[in-house]
T-cell receptor, first 114, second 111 residues
Framework: DGGITQSPKYLFRKEGQNVTLSCEQN?????MYWYRQDPGQGLRLIYY???????QKGDIAEGYSVSREKKESFPLTVTSAQKNPTAFYLC?????????????FGQGTRLTVV | GNSVTQMEGPVTLSEEAFLTINCTYT??????LFWYVQYPGEGLQLLLK?????DKGSNKGFEATYRKETTSFHLEKGSVQVSDSAVYFC??????????FGKGTTLSVSS
């Protein structure tokens, strides 16, 4: 089955630690995205990548980093510089170059700082 | 820049009531418009989309019409069910950019 997989579903981090969230897709999509979801704030774009080895900052990139070494994978690292990392993180992918194609989402990772 | 504004929630309805969730957008050119739905603890799923003016997207009894003159894409359903309880997001996209979402509207349907 084609799809997009995020892992883990729940993640706990101690303050001061970096943590990496995994996102893998087998849909052969060029474009991948990371969003952060907080109650009442909707989805805010962290980073996106339209092609391998290239990515752009979104609206709230500070304290986060990404890599895109393979088409299938777009991991997100939440660094210790992120002041308030507790949130629900969603990864998505879609065909690049056309604005009318839908995005497919993973099931999300809920990160909690303890 | 591009933006999406949707009505504040929560929206609370009885089963079989009529549903409208308003969505307006700001964008240059001709974006594609989407409605996504999110059930508790899950990611988002596409509900419907429209890619040009006057297009009507529909799915599972939900409908929305792309109105360029009013820059709107309101979601409607004639008779809601308890299983429709979820968070609904309006979104827009243009080629080469990321999807831009509204803040979401929580719908709660009681029997």
């Amino acid at each position: 089955d084609g799809g997009i997989t995020q892992s883990p579903k729940y993640l706990f981090r101690k303050e001061g630690q970096n943590v990496t969230l995994s996102c893998e897709q087998n849909l052969n999509h060029d474009a991948m995205y990371w969003y952060r979801q907080d109650p009442g704030q909707g989805l805010r774009l962290i980073y996106y990548s339209q092609i391998v080895n290239d990515f752009q900052k979104g609206d709230i990139a500070e304290g986060y980093s990404v890599s895109r070494e393979k088409k299938e994978s777009f991991p997100l690292t939440v660094t210790s510089a992120q002041k308030n990392p507790t949130a629900f993180y969603l990864c998505a992918s879609r065909m690049a170059g056309r604005g009318n194609t839908e995005a497919f989402f993973g099931q999300g990772t809920r990160l909690t700082v303890v | 820049g591009n933006s999406v504004t949707q009505m504040e929630g929560p929206v609370t309805l009885s089963e079989e009531a009529f549903l409208t969730i308003n969505c307006t957008y700001t964008a240059t050119g001709y974006p594609s418009l989407f409605w996504y739905v999110q059930y508790p603890g899950e990611g988002l799923q596409l509900l419907l989309k429209a890619t040009k003016a006057d297009d009507k997207g529909s799915n599972k009894g939900f409908e929305a019409t792309y109105r360029k003159e009013t820059t709107s894409f309101h979601l409607e359903k004639g008779s809601v069910q308890v299983s429709d309880s979820a968070v609904y997001f309006c979104a827009l996209n243009q080629a080469g950019t990321a999807l831009i979402f509204g803040k979401g509207t929580t719908l709660s349907v009681s029997s």
